[in-house]
Every structure is written in C-alpha cells, then in structure tokens.
C-alpha cells in the first residue's frame, strides 16, 4: 500500500465516505501478505513500501530477462509500482507479457509500471546535466523521480565549457526544490551551481571523459571536493540513487 493510500484511507473514514468495516477489509488485506516473497533465485520485498515509501526496485544488471520478469510480475500482483533500473529490450519484451502496461524508458535503460502515480512532492526536482553523452544517467535520474511521484524538469548540455548556456537558465535553477546534477570529465558543474542557488545539490559523476577521468573517479573526486555548501555527492553513474534521495527531500513537509 502507497503511504498516499494509506493517507486517504485515514481521511476517508474520518469524513464518513468509507466505513471502519472497509478500511479494516483493506489494512488486513495488506497485514495479511507475507513480509518478502521467496522466489527462490530472489526474496522479494513486499513491505520495503511500508518502511521506505516506495516500493522494492530491482536492479537489472546481471539478472536474466526471466529473473527480471518473473521478479516484476511478483511486485505488481502484490499491487506495487514497478522499476526496474539498468535493463534493456529484451528483458521489456518479456516483461510486458506478465506486465501489460509496463513502459520501457530506452535512454534511462528503465522499465516502470505506475498507474494512477501522480505527483505528490511538494515542489519541482531539476535535473541538469553536463553534455550530451551525460544524459542516460540524467534520464535514469528524471524517470525514477517521476516514477516515485515527483515533478521533474531538466535541463541537458549545460556545461562549464559554455557556462553562458547554464547562466542563461539562473531562474530555473533557483526555483527548484531540489536539483540534481550529472557531469563527467572533470565533474565542475555541481559546484557552480550549487554556488548559485540556496537548495541541496545532488551531484552525480559519470564515466564520461578521456583517459584520465578514470571510468568517472576523477569526476568524483573533484564533486567531493567541492567548495560550493550543501553539495552531496551519490555513486558514479548513479541517477538513481540521485533521484532517490532528492524524492525524499521533495516529500519532506516544509518546517512551519
């Protein structure tokens, strides 16, 4: 169950639109399942919703498209939202026959299952990247934030080799709740910006650059370096968890 549901749920039975009968009928519906399905190659974690908010992602990297399938199946049946992060076509084919309505994301190597998901963060995340060859974990980053109920704006190609580009979008980045930023080569980005704006900064290295980028090391060094306040800095290539922690922070009530 959606924390949202469980929610309107509380604000049905108070406002007499829903008897303490069905809401009971419901809750137990929820008590009544098993805390983790064991598949046998994968126990799946039909409770991680209740504790974190949001439903078990499972990571497609290194799983088999029948592994990635038949875990899917298990976390819909179960009336969960799906994401799956670093998959590819073949796993979606076979993904959609257990899972109808599953949408693959081809840039953001994703496949989601969200119906009836609307936006429920309390203002706008900003994903920004620094080139081109950054946007598959920039996009990796915006499906998982829409996908866990976020607004999601980004701006692409806004590098510190044409800074002009980024300057020119100064309201953008100021109006934002939260913004992540994506960049290789020598990871700078994060750092101008978060010298620009009041919000948290969520700074993503990639892999992208020449020799001694070092698969995006150099990149996460300098992010982890920086002088800029309230720079945070997630895994290499890791929009994910970037989107993750900024839906968090998107969902956190506003302080009275």
Known sequence: MRPERLKALLEEVRSGSLTVAKASEELTSVLRQAPFEDLGFAKVDHHRAIR???????????????QIATIASAIVKAGHDLLVTRTDANAYAIVRTHVPGAVFHETARIISYAP??????????????????D???????????????????????????????????????????????????????????????SGPVIAVPTSVGYGTNFGGLAALLSMLNSCATGVAVVNIDNGFGAAAVASQINHLTDPA
Do not use: W
């Open 52 to 66: 974190q908010g949001f439903p078990e992602v499972v990571f497609g990297n290194g799983k088999t498209a029948e």
């Open 116 to 133: 009836g998901r609307v936006p429920t963060g309390k203002g706008n995340i900003l994903v920004v990247s620094g080139g081109t060859s």
């Open 135 to 197: 946007q598959p974990v920039a996009e990796e980053a915006v499906v998982t934030a829409q996908v866990m109920g976020n607004q999601v704006d980004h701006l692409y190609d806004v590098g510190v080799a044409g800074i002009h580009r980024l300057l020119e979008e100064r309201t953008r980045l100021e109006q934002a709740r939260v913004i992540i930023v994506v960049a290789g080569m020598d990871g700078a980005l994060p750092s101008v910006i978060g010298g620009l704006v």
